[in-house]
């Protein structure tokens, strides 16, 4: 066994919230994507079917509560922006819609 195998072998999460240490690949633990601090599924009140469903989909975000409203926040922002740009290109489009009747 190489080095960097025995050290993965070794890696311990510790949960930011209980301090517990989890030693074993198949403790619940949710690694948050924005601070990167781990969590057990206890702590962030999640039982076994709703860790498993999250775990399993690789495209979900997990974010901690400390950054949950951070992280809402600027996807809020993005969505206004969004939104405004919508409106904008409906204006537009109405416009041009407009100008062609008239021509
Ligand atoms: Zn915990
Ligand atoms: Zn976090």
């Not at 994507?33 to 775990?55: P, Q, R, W």
């Amino acid at each position: 066994m190489d080095k960097e195998a025995e050290k993965a072998m070794f890696v311990a999460w510790t949960c930011e919230i209980c301090r517990r240490e989890f030693k074993d690949d198949h403790s619940r633990i949710l690694e948050c994507e924005h601070c990167e601090g781990h969590f057990c599924a206890k702590c962030v009140k999640l039982n076994d079917t709703e860790y498993d469903m999250i775990s399993a989909r690789k495209d979900f975000h997990w974010h901690c509560v400390g950054c949950e409203p951070r992280v809402l926040q600027s996807i809020q922002i993005e969505k206004d922006v969004e939104k405004k740009l919508a409106e904008f290109m409906a204006k537009v489009e109405y416009k041009m819609k407009t100008r062609r009747k008239r021509l």
